[in-house]
């Protein structure tokens, strides 16, 4: 399954004008670090080591954003996150990519015990072709778009870098809507 691109033509007077859009055939990650690995040390080089993981696992990173250093939502003492988005490519269903990024997790010592704790690595489906999945209340498989990803300025500007046009598939507001309620203050890209 490759990515479909769309040409978009405009005739003015004897000029032809072409942009070429890409269409809705795009998988998001957001990668999030705050804690230091026993093997690659700093979140910087946790979630670089992250992005080379999704691409072994099968997830062809096509691009990624800017790492950013973000506070932790909700606001607490923990460590300031190194958070990003890359944009993946695979013929894998939604629920094996979460598969996929649940393995990562765990290759990298992610362990879940408390919602919001700091962590090692957080990989999270931040879209998938547009869909939005059934499971609502988490109750049985993966919840896409990511339940929260619209409440985040650290997934919403980086994922804004990649594809500023980018509509919530439920909410069907652009990304410069959802960031108009948001202070992004706290969220500091980081120069590589």
Known sequence: MGARYFKYCIRQSLLIGCHIFRGRDMIFIGLGANLMHPNYGEPIKTVTAAVRALDEAGLKVIRRSTWYKSAPVPMSDQPWFVNGVAEVETDKSAEDVLRILHEVEREFGRIREIKWEARVLDLDLIDYHGQSSDNKTQSSGGVFPHPHMHERAFVLVPLQELVADWRHPILKKTI???????????LQPILE
């Open 176 to 186: 410069s809507e959802l960031l108009t309620r948001m202070d992004i203050q706290q």
